[in-house]
């Protein structure tokens, strides 16, 4: 166990964590994270301090989450940095396990959410929800929160770990954040390192099409394939930009609509050049 400062304690092994986690003052708030930590994360670790004595925040780059050819190797990192900002919050607890403490040799056990992993991100990127309910149910066991923090960036992953939490009758209260944004409406996101400047430019078109289509159903458009059509001229005049899906579905089930009927999911995922960009909002 390492101490920064008089107050944070960072923990690096699941061992430490269980014996600590008995002196916590419940209720105990968890934000799980991949670090390089932005406003984004801040604002899930601002909420958490506001609704429980005791703060968690973790910090692990999930392996088993990346695929084959995934960025998991050059994915960002800057423990320092995440620890400093976290310290200045007021976090309790930085958890940051190790990849051979977390999944050991041998390791083979799997939680996996039906039908609604296989969509979107689950069917662009095979097996993630996979890991992320796997490394968030072995979290949430070693942590024990009251109540764990995600952001609606990630929309079908806060979506995935509610139903995971029904399912398996896990005693956590998940909440989801509003989404935090550039001053240009584009999503906070570690990955946003990934762009030059021409690219970040580009990468406003993911919210502006996401405005448009707020914008036509505020107007009184409902014919989702209307919307989604006019989403898909937008970035397709961004020379940058590849679409990887643009989608409109209910909110809860991810069913595809045909006609919004809120609470409706606008998301997309988009290629600015290499890098893959997602963001999501949801009318109604
Ligand atoms: P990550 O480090 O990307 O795994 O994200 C950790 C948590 O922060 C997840 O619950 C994300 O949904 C959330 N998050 C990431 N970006 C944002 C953002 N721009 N606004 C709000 N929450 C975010």
């Known amino acids: 166990m390492r101490c920064i400062e008089s107050s944070m304690k960072v923990i690096e092994t699941i061992g430490e964590m269980r014996s600590f ?11 799980p994270t991949m670090g390089f930590l932005h406003e984004g994360h801040l604002s899930l670790v601002r909420q958490a301090k506001v609704g429980n004595p005791s703060v968690v925040v973790s910090i692990f780059v999930n392996p088993t989450q990346f695929g084959l050819r995934e960025d998991f190797s050059r994915y960002p990192r800057n423990p320092e ?24 040799d041998r390791f ?23 890991g992320v309910t796997t490394v968030v149910a072995k979290l949430f066991n070693i942590i024990q929160p009251t109540r764990a ?44 390192t990934y762009l030059s400047l021409k690219e970040r430019q580009a990468a406003v078109v993911l919210y502006q099409a996401l405005s448009l289509a707020q914008e036509l ?10 919307l989604r059509r006019q989403m898909v001229d937008l970035i397709r005049r961004e020379p940058l930009a590849t679409i990887d899906y643009v989608s409109i579905a209910n ?31 949801v009318l109604g």
């Open 149 to 192: 923090y995600f952001g609606q960036k990630d929309a079908q992953q806060a979506i995935v770990i509610k139903k995971m939490v029904t399912d398996l009758n896990m005693n956590v209260e998940v909440v989801t954040l509003p989404t935090v944004r550039e001053s240009d409406g584009l999503a906070m996101s570690s990955r946003n």
């Open 217 to 226: 159903w505020s107007q009184g458009e409902t014919d989702a394939g209307k």
């Open 108 to 130: 083979d056990s799997w939680v996996e959410v039906g039908g609604l992993s296989e969509r979107l991100e689950g069917a662009a990127r095979p097996g993630h929800f996979r």
């Open 251 to 281: 909110a809860e089930t991810l069913d595809k609509l045909d006609r919004v009927q809120p609470p409706t999911l606008v998301s997309l995922a988009v290629k600015i050049d290499r890098t893959r960009l997602i963001d999501n909002v």
């Open 81 to 104: 940095r995440d620890l400093a900002l976290l310290e200045k919050e007021g976090t309790d607890i930085v958890f940051m396990p190790s990849a051979a403490d977390m999944y050991p």
């Open 21 to 31: 986690r008995q002196r916590l003052t419940e209720p105990v708030g968890f934000v």
